[in-house]
């Protein structure tokens, strides 16, 4: 109590930003009463601070959804759009930085081998969310398009009209996707599935002789 001096001292001894309790007396009433003079107490405005916030979160490239997924109520759809925006970032940033990854390497290379190899480069991958949005979203507007143009074309042969859309869409996704692949892993799943099938039907032949001996 010999510090409680003055209000100097009190600060000098609580010091900034430090927490202080004060005991209080069985009645309730404090050794020293601290109250904000009027003009003193400055609330800061809530919108500016928000501003603020978002400001500083979108400097970052991260998307603002995810401090304020608890205030939204469409946070899926404003998430996906805003992951997918943040994704292209970093797509365009791999760009750049695959051309300086590409002179070190070279550097690197050379520099161990001693060697004048300027063929080496340095490929990214695109993220890989990014990757499957963009096909799903070309599936879907080949799809859409090629049922648009049987819907024109041959709309009178429905049993044609399956195989068309089919071929169509396989046209314009030709150079998106090795078809080549699709069609051995159809056959491999083909053969795992009657693999399967065989060996059930054996253990089922298997657990009948059983029971019949």
Not at 40 to 50: S, V
Not at 123 to 129: D, E, S, V
Request: aromatic share 10%; proline share 3%; charged share 25%.
């Amino acid at each position: 109590m010999r510090q409680l001096e003055n209000m100097n001292t009190i600060f000098n001894v609580i010091g900034k930003y430090n927490d202080h309790v004060i005991p209080m007396s069985q009645s309730g009433e404090a050794p020293i009463q601290f109250e904000v003079m009027q003009g003193q107490q400055i609330d800061t405005p809530t919108e500016l601070m928000d501003r603020q916030e978002e400001a500083a979160v979108n400097s970052t490239d991260v998307p603002y959804e995810f401090v304020q997924s608890v205030n939204q109520v469409d946070y899926a759809t404003r998430f996906t759009m805003s992951n997918s925006k943040f994704l292209r970032k970093v797509f365009k940033r791999q760009y750049v930085c695959q051309k300086h990854f590409s002179q070190i390497f070279r550097k690197l290379y050379n520099f161990e081998y001693n060697e004048n190899e300027t063929a080496i480069e340095i490929n990214l991958p695109a993220p890989a969310f990014l990757t499957m949005t963009n096909s799903q979203q070309l599936l879907d507007n080949i799809k859409n398009f090629a049922n648009a143009v049987a819907d024109l074309e041959i709309s009178d042969n429905e049993e044609l009209k399956p195989e068309f859309v089919r071929l169509l869409a396989r046209n314009y996704l030709g150079s998106y996707i090795d078809f080549s692949v699709v069609e051995k892993l159809i056959i491999q799943a083909k053969h795992n599935l009657s693999k399967k099938a065989s060996e059930t039907e054996d253990l089922s032949d298997l657990e009948t002789g059983g029971d019949e001996f």
